[in-house]
């Protein structure tokens, strides 16, 4: 906290020091408390010191989709973030004959395994269910998107759904052209848009995140679904204070994972690798009031660009419940509801939330009378 406040007041002798006294401690430490300090050194070190926001930003986006598919196995967020999002799904277009999913965070795709799974086992059969993933280019130039809709299809056989998938690689969502994603008359299909911790990369750039928000309304969704971290990233120290808060949760509900799982140390390391740097990003990056994603602020952008919010249900609640039940190291967390939407918790932490949206068409109309 010292050194926080001296590099609020921009004492950077006094930061330098303090960073110096950081890590003799931190050498010290055991367990979560050992990794966390170490990493909040490190990205001190880099505010006091500088870094390249392009390189910050090229491989946060890497390393963030790694995390999502190498953490799978050991924490249940990603199972909450399918669990809710799909349960909306399967609400939304119960009476649907075909269903057109726009993702935004398209990665090994067991989120869409599983909804195919329950869309099969919808009473009066499965809709016809058309996929189209966004991603973003790999490193390693090969074509992971091609390597899931195989997958994809596969499994769209054995349970007997109707499939059709298309891959789009940009560099960014604001990217996005509407007229390539084929956007079907609503009389012949429904659109859902999906987004897992990508909305969130927008907030480096001004103007991005109302951009695409207004790409999505030109899909005309009939449901939006947004999966965030609980992460202020405003004023530096409130910024500071709250990633120390974020992150000592974090890392605290990993050491309890990892403490029942040991066969998955090789992805424990990766995950805290893709969180220091989401540490780094947070606390060496002055990017202004962009950086914030607490529920709140969301429902505020989604608002104003004209979205309602969908509660969520009894029953989206209870399977996230149930989804928890499932993990041994489920002592610490929480599934909680939130004016209408889920949080899920680590000892009273909110670390991400999910959230449903749908277009304000009277709100739309009347600006399109007044205009």
Aim: one cysteine or more; proline letters at 4%; glycine letters at 4%.
């Amino acid at each position: 906290m010292a050194c926080g406040e001296a590099v609020q007041r921009n004492n950077l002798n006094l930061a330098d020091a303090l960073v110096r006294l950081i890590r003799e401690h931190a050498v010290s430490q055991f367990g979560p408390i050992k990794k966390v300090a170490t990493y909040f050194a490190e990205a001190l070190d880099q505010w006091i010191h500088g870094m390249n926001l392009e390189d910050i930003m090229e491989f946060s986006c890497y390393t963030d989709n790694l995390m999502q598919m190498r953490s799978h196995e050991i924490r249940p967020y990603l199972e909450f973030a399918y669990s809710t999002a799909n349960r909306a799904i399967l609400d939304a277009f119960a009476n649907s004959s075909r269903v057109h999913i726009i993702d935004f965070s398209l990665n090994q795709g067991p989120q869409w395994l599983a909804l195919m799974q329950d869309f099969a086992l919808r009473p009066g059969g499965p809709p016809a269910f058309r996929l189209t993933g966004i991603g973003s280019p790999q490193p390693d130039n090969t074509n992971a998107l091609r390597q899931l809709e195989w997958k994809l299809a596969e499994f769209a056989d054995i349970f007997g759904v109707e499939f059709e998938f298309r891959e789009i690689v940009v560099d960014s969502l604001a990217d996005v052209d509407i007229a390539i994603l084929d956007i079907r008359p609503s009389n012949y299909e429904q659109v859902a848009v999906n987004s897992i911790f990508e909305l969130q990369h927008l907030l480096y750039t001004p103007g991005e995140v109302e951009k695409v928000l207004n790409s999505i309304k030109e899909m005309h969704p009939k449901i939006v679904t947004i999966i965030e971290e609980e992460a202020n990233r405003s004023v530096f120290m409130d910024r500071f204070n709250d990633a120390w808060s974020y992150y000592s949760k974090m890392f605290d509900s990993l050491e309890n994972s990892e403490s029942i799982d040991q066969h998955n140390s090789g992805d424990s390391r990766l995950v805290h690798e893709c969180l220091g740097q989401q540490i780094n990003n947070m606390v060496a990056c002055e990017l202004g009031t962009e950086r914030v994603e607490t529920l709140s602020e969301w429902r505020v952008k989604m608002n104003s660009a004209g979205f309602n919010p969908v509660q969520l249900g009894p029953s989206t609640y209870l399977q996230a419940t149930m989804i928890l039940a499932l993990f041994q190291n489920r002592d610490g967390y929480r599934v909680e509801q939130n004016d209408g939407c889920l949080t899920l918790s680590w000892h009273g932490r909110p670390l991400i939330s999910t959230s449903v949206w749908q277009l304000n068409y009277a709100a739309e109309s009347r600006l399109v009378s007044y205009v």
